[in-house]
């Protein structure tokens, strides 16, 4: 419980295990201009006019940045408003609190962690704490999540459940523009859903620490809610670019399962979390994800890329273990579920 950053008092510089190594540290790249930001998509539109359009602008973006935001979702401000200020006080409670949610095995289903899942083994720790649990299906997982703030089962349930839908409505989008039959994902393909709130305190040190270090998400799709303050950062051609808190806005990514689904049309791109030494920060990341016995393997439908390693089908539980056993690195990631082409 003392490790997390939320319960630290009078914080006025960064512990050397906090540093990040030079190359990987944000350093000059907090202050980066915002003129090159990710595409911002009307869901309306698809809704009430034109559908197509709605469908090029997001495989549009998908292909070149890996990221989009979406207004007109159809999830209220007001709601936004209120799941965001309970994830907020999720780090705000009393200690006897969060100590209940305060991880003390790595099974535990719905808890409090500082830093990574691995901060025994890992060289530098982050500056976030986190809340992590599973939400869909929902009645398999909602008596697990906190009972405290009294509201946070009603109201992240209400929410998840719309969350879910709006994920689902994105897929469609997304499997009509790659040419994958309607409803390819409603199914065990996108069966589950992690809840992960960051919370990044303000840190003395910004250029020095990362709240989140350069990373693809191991799923199919994420949608972020950001509250107002900056901080998600995207690699594009090389360079890190902001991408900027928008009232009512979500920020949808493609995962790196989608990515080896679509064989490589869509494009999982790299992103990181940096801090700031005046605001604290809070994020609430919806990871819509296969179940773990689901068969993942690039959609045989789709005509083949030839810069694309071919694949052998595979669990997603076995993905994910690679995934957090290579950190992520796509290179090793993929070599054991290549298919030898000799
Ligand atoms: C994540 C993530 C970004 C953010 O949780 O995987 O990339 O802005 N979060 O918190
Ligand atoms: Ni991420």
Redesign the pocket.
């Known amino acids: 419980m003392e490790k997390l950053i939320s319960n630290w008092s009078n914080v006025q510089s960064v512990p050397e295990n906090y540093i990040f190594p030079l190359e990987t540290r944000p350093g000059e790249d907090l202050n980066i201009p915002v003129n090159n930001n990710i595409p911002i998509i009307d869901l309306n539109e698809a809704q009430n006019g034109d559908r197509d359009h709605t469908i090029q602008q997001i495989i549009k973006a998908a292909q070149e940045f890996g990221f989009f935001q979406v207004l007109n979702h159809g999830i209220s401000k007001n709601e936004m408003k209120e799941t965001m200020s309970i994830f907020k006080e999720v780090f705000e409670m009393r200690y006897e609190y969060k100590k209940n949610l305060y991880l003390d095995d790595d099974l535990k289903t719905c808890k409090i962690f500082t830093s990574s899942l691995r901060y025994e083994s890992e060289k530098v720790h982050l500056w976030r704490d986190s809340l992590r649990h599973p939400s869909h299906p929902l009645e398999q997982w909602i008596h697990l999540w906190p009972e405290n703030p009294m509201r946070y089962r009603e109201c992240v349930g209400d929410f998840s459940i719309k969350i879910k839908e709006l994920g689902s409505r994105i897929l469609d989008l997304i499997s009509k523009g790659i040419g994958l039959k309607c409803g390819y994902f409603e199914n065990d393909l996108a069966g589950s859903m992690i809840t992960?709130i960051?919370h990044y305190p303000p840190c003395p040190e910004p250029s020095l620490t990362l709240?989140?270090p350069k990373?693809k998400?191991a799923y199919l799709i994420?949608i972020?809610m950001?509250d107002d303050v900056s901080?998600?950062q995207v690699l594009k051609d090389g360079n890190w670019i902001n991408v900027e808190p928008l009232t009512h806005a979500f920020v949808i990514n493609i995962g790196h399962v989608l990515e080896i689904i679509s064989k490589g049309k869509l494009k999982s791109a790299e992103?990181r979390?940096v801090t700031n030494s005046t605001y604290s920060r809070t994020?609430a990341?919806f990871f819509i994800a296969p179940s773990d016995d689901c068969l993942i393997e690039p959609a045989q439908d789709l005509p083949d890329d030839n810069n694309q390693p071919a694949l052998r089908s595979f669990k997603y539980k076995e993905f994910l273990k690679q995934f957090f056993d290579t950190n992520g690195d796509t290179d090793l990631l993929l070599k054991p579920f290549e298919v030898p082409n000799n």
């Open positions: 992960s960051n709240g989140l990373h998400d994420t972020l950001q901080g998600l992103h979390a994020s990341a």
